[in-house]
């Protein structure tokens, strides 16, 4: 046995990194830390096999070489290769052949590992894998900075665990702030298969329970209703309740509901939806517009929405002639839902009608209301029983006078949008 204890080649630490879902995921990852720490007492490093060892000098200085199942020991670190090269003058150990560095339940693997105590760079190349107890992450390459104490994984970035999958370009993590990126093609999967996000980058800060993923980021929910949330940038931020936040250009697609609208915000402890900015919601055939609006789905069941001034309910009365509109305005307008179909409608001030006539499906003209108050049932998203309320003033409009000129018949602020967002399935694992 030869002990050597200048060359300091390995410690540790370990690190978990919870990333999210759509609306739950949680990011899981480790890297190993190549180079001794700069603070603390140094460990002597004990090497316990070599087949040989030569001793040499080069242009940069003296060379120690060990060679043939060599096997170094510092602490529970356990060091094994098939070569060792110690550059002494300059400070730089390289480690070739199946190198293995284990500490406890962490095993790393790469055919090449490297330390340069003048740049205080560890790295890791030709294919690294990291396994410690359920957790895995692989990639082409490795590096951890011993001065910025930043570790940093390139190409072909996996992580799984026994709750989640990640792939991406580059994972970086700073061990000082605990802040944790995923740079570029950023794909999350749980491992039950039943949400998944993606993103140009992510970012997670542990210390403040918060998480970013912006560009192209999109999050799917494939249990029980699906729901695809997309927008520039999902936010996350944990507390006494969750809040989810999507920005700029947010899309909401599912079975059902569809909704745009420049900002979203989702409290996941009153199960309420916000949205900001000309949002427009899309309910079966009917499609509603507001200053804001506010989606009630506890348990993630939507039972009501609540358009909030300057609303708009319209819907399509018949394909067969696609310029005839029922439309219903007010301050305000609540739509009940139940079992993923709309049944109740109450419009509250300023509440105004325009409802199509047909009869054995030929135009019949038109009827227009106004009133204080407007309450409808709706059967097959068609209204029903339409009552009006308080101040009520109604006129009909023959077929003669309504063909040719149903651009004339609209309510104030009306509008009808063709750009409802539909669901798409998201990424394989």
Not at 79 to 105: K, M, P, Y
Not at 359 to 388: C, M, N, Q
Request: charged share 25%.
């Amino acid at each position: 046995m030869m002990m050597y204890t200048k060359i300091a080649l390995v410690d540790r630490r370990f690190v978990d990194m919870p990333l999210f879902f759509a609306l739950h995921l949680v990011f899981l990852a480790a890297f190993p830390v190549l180079g001794q720490e700069e603070t603390g007492p140094q460990q002597p490093i004990i090497l316990t096999n070599a087949d040989s060892l030569l001793g040499s000098q080069v242009s940069d200085g003296s060379v120690r070489e060990f060679m043939g199942r060599v096997r170094f020991v510092q602490g529970n670190v356990v060091v094994t290769c098939q070569r060792a090269v110690h550059h002494l003058d300059v400070n730089r150990v390289e480690l070739f052949g199946n190198v293995i560095v284990t500490q406890g339940s962490m095993v790393m693997k790469a055919p090449i590992m490297t330390y340069d105590g003048a740049t205080f760079l560890a790295t890791a190349l030709g294919g690294v894998r990291v396994v410690d107890s359920a957790t895995t992450i692989t990639s082409r390459s490795g590096t951890y900075s011993t001065k910025t104490h930043v570790a940093v994984f390139r190409d072909s970035v996996r992580v799984t665990d026994d709750s989640m999958s990640i792939r991406t370009d580059t994972l970086v993590y700073e061990r000082d702030t605990k802040l944790t990126r995923a740079l570029h093609s950023v794909v999350v999967w749980n491992k039950a298969g039943t949400a998944c996000l993606v993103g140009d980058t992510a970012l997670y800060d542990k210390p403040g329970n918060f998480m970013r993923v912006h560009g192209r980021a999109s999050s799917w929910q494939l249990e029980n209703d699906s729901l695809l949330v997309s927008a520039d940038t999902l936010e996350q931020q944990r507390g006494d309740t969750t809040i989810f936040t999507a920005r700029r250009n947010v899309e909401l697609a599912g079975k059902h509901l569809a909704g745009r609208g420049a900002l979203m915000v989702y409290n996941e402890g009153t199960g309420i939806i916000e949205l900001f900015d000309q949002p427009v919601v899309w309910n079966d055939s009917t499609m509603l517009v507001a200053d804001s609006i506010r989606v009630l789905a506890p348990q993630r069941t939507v039972s009501r929405i609540d358009g909030i001034q300057h609303a708009m309910l319209v819907s399509r009365t018949d394909t067969t002639y696609p310029d005839r509109f029922d439309q219903i305005s007010g301050d305000n307008i609540t739509l009940t839902i139940e079992a993923d179909t709309l049944r109740r409608l109450t419009s509250v001030g300023n509440a105004r009608s325009i409802t199509y006539r047909y009869e054995d499906e030929r135009p019949e003209g038109l009827t227009r209301f106004t009133s204080d108050t407007i309450k409808a049932e709706f059967e097959d998203g068609k209204p029903h029983d339409v009552y009006w309320l308080g101040g009520v003033h109604g006129e009909q409009h023959p077929e003669r006078i309504v063909a040719g000129h149903v651009t004339d018949h609209r309510l104030p602020g009306f509008i009808w949008r063709e750009d409802r967002p539909r669901f798409v399935l998201p990424p394989k694992p």
